[in-house]
């Protein structure tokens, strides 16, 4: 029926929409953390992408469960 295409849609709609956010937030987390570890390091040059991924490991074992 039409009403059960709409609330379909919604749902779906509302299912992307959250997906989105919990991939902004999970971003958002895994910068704050690598500013955290580049700080705690010393601010060193160059070192941008191991640290990334370092902070990368630690939000996603803790969120991603």
């Known amino acids: 029926s039409m009403e059960c295409r709409r609330v379909l849609f919604r749902t779906t709609y509302y299912n992307e929409l959250l997906m989105r956010i919990d991939s902004t937030a999970l971003s958002r987390m895994i910068q704050e953390r690598a500013y955290f570890i580049w700080q705690e ?25």
């Open 41 to 65: 390091k010393g601010r060193p040059q160059g070192q941008d992408y191991p640290i990334w991924l370092q902070a990368e490991k630690e939000i996603r074992s803790k969120v991603c469960k």
